[in-house]
């Protein structure tokens, strides 16, 4: 017991801690003098070392004081990296949006009326115009767009969707369970690999609303295959007097390199064929802020504005704001200001040019520039490569993945060598990474 008494007393040791907020050192303190009495019971500790105390608080303090969230260089050439934070933000859309967002701005208030107006003017106007749609709106996400769509036009109806567009994609989030919790009620027709037009007409009765058309995110399916294109789902739907509905995803609008626009149309293609309604993430391939964005007839777009359920998955000034400035760069076709385009239409060239540099500025570093192939990320795009360039590292790849790592890089092990793929590295970066590395290397020697 004479161990409880060499324990150091709390004011003793916030004066050793004075640079903590007190509420920080006091909360830390107590807790760590309560683990050490607990411990001293047990038998699990024999000695009091104060400066070894005073070294543990300060650390579990700073843990407390430490943002979570921090920048890393994504060097995994995944440029729609969904761990890393998915598609970057134009720093001049994010000060358009940070502009808005620190000042009081007319978010629901009609400047010529002189009352209260729609906050979901504003995007609706540009995104309209872009797509060529009679309206737009814009929620949360895009699992909150299949939501409202499918509980304000199917609730106790039912969705005939293709059994081999049910889909699951990151985060557990499933299209059938989506569908039970929004009230309506599935109807899959054909089989995982054809389905036909006759599927779908067979399946229509008094209480069918919606003829669903999901995007297969994350996977494809080849080989002794058929689906029914969204343009004749449009045909039945009309013929039938139903919704018709295409779950997108994601969406681009610029015709894409690497023969990706081979395997997916762009999404004003789409429009033309005047659906009911579509809608898509606002980040992944239209290189936006994460939302939820829907397109169609207005009538639609109205009937989903009056939908209680529409106040949970609203969203602020901040990504209205930035949505806005994103579709008037489309419009202005600004793609410089979609760093998810720059990233993708990068050359060849380019790549290696930034692998020069990185290089250059690494003498010591034994590696080797070459090509390989990535992917866009996000579940768009699955299964279609496109090519890259690297810089394979010679040495321990799990040594050289696990130092990276701690130093907030994050690349890849290809072929047993650790890689830095160079299509989802800034050139603001290259500088940064170079440090890492011959820090890396000093360590070593």
């Not at 407390?64 to 890393?72: A, E, H």
């Not at 598609?87 to 002189?114: M, R, V």
């Not at 919704?243 to 990706?260: K, V």
Request: aromatic fraction near 6%.
């Amino acid at each position: 017991m004479n161990l409880l008494r060499q324990i150091p007393k709390v004011d003793k040791l916030q004066k050793k801690l004075s640079n903590i907020p007190k509420k920080i050192s006091s909360f830390v303190i107590n807790e760590v003098l309560n683990e050490i009495r607990k411990g001293i019971k047990k038998g699990e500790i024999t000695e009091i070392n104060e400066d070894k105390i005073v070294e543990t608080i300060k650390k579990r303090s700073e843990e407390i004081l430490s943002p979570s969230i921090v920048n890393v260089i994504n060097a995994t050439g995944i440029i729609v990296h969904t761990n890393l934070g998915r598609s970057l933000i134009d720093p001049a859309i994010f000060d358009y949006g940070k502009q808005i967002s620190t000042h009081y701005c007319n978010l629901e208030y009609d400047l010529k009326k002189g009352k209260r107006g729609d906050r979901y003017h504003h995007s609706a106007k540009h995104l309209s115009f872009l797509f060529r749609c009679e309206d737009a709106l814009v929620v949360n996400n895009n699992a909150a767009a299949v939501f409202l769509v499918l509980n304000t036009f199917a609730k106790d109806k039912e969705v005939i969707v293709s059994r081999g567009e049910l889909v699951e994609i990151g985060g557990s989030f499933r299209v059938p369970e989506v569908m039970k919790a929004s009230g309506a009620k599935l109807v899959e027709v054909g089989t995982t690999n054809k389905t036909h037009k006759k599927d779908y007409l067979n399946a229509i009765n008094e209480n069918t609303a919606i003829l669903m058309k999901v995007h297969k995110s994350n996977y494809s399916i080849e080989g002794f295959t058929e689906e029914v294109e969204i343009e004749d789902i449009i045909k039945m739907a009309r013929k039938n007097n139903l919704l018709d509905y295409y779950d997108l995803g994601s969406a681009y609008i610029p015709e894409l390199p690497h023969r990706l626009s081979l395997y997916e149309p762009p999404i004003t293609e789409i429009m033309k064929l005047s659906p009911s309604l579509v809608s898509f993430s606002g980040d992944k391939l239209f290189g936006g802020v994460q939302a939820g964005i829907i397109l169609g007839k207005k009538k639609y777009i109205e009937k989903l504005k009056k939908n209680q359920i529409l106040r949970m998955f609203r969203v602020d000034k901040i990504t209205l704001s930035m949505i806005e400035a994103t579709a008037l760069a489309y419009i202005k076709e600004e793609y410089d200001k979609i760093p998810t385009l720059k990233f993708i239409f990068q050359s060849l060239d380019e790549l290696r040019q930034k692998a020069k540099k990185l290089l250059s500025l690494t003498p010591k570093l034994k590696s080797k520039i070459r090509e390989s192939e990535t992917y866009v990320g996000g579940g768009t795009m699955p299964n279609r490569s496109i090519p890259t360039i690297v810089v394979e590292i010679e040495g321990n790849a799990v040594k050289w993945e696990r130092d990276m790592r701690k130093r907030k890089v994050i690349g890849r092990i290809e072929k047993d060598k650790f890689i830095l793929d160079m299509r989802s590295i800034q050139n603001d970066e290259i500088e940064k990474l170079a440090e890492i590395i011959n820090s890396i290397i000093t360590c070593e020697i």
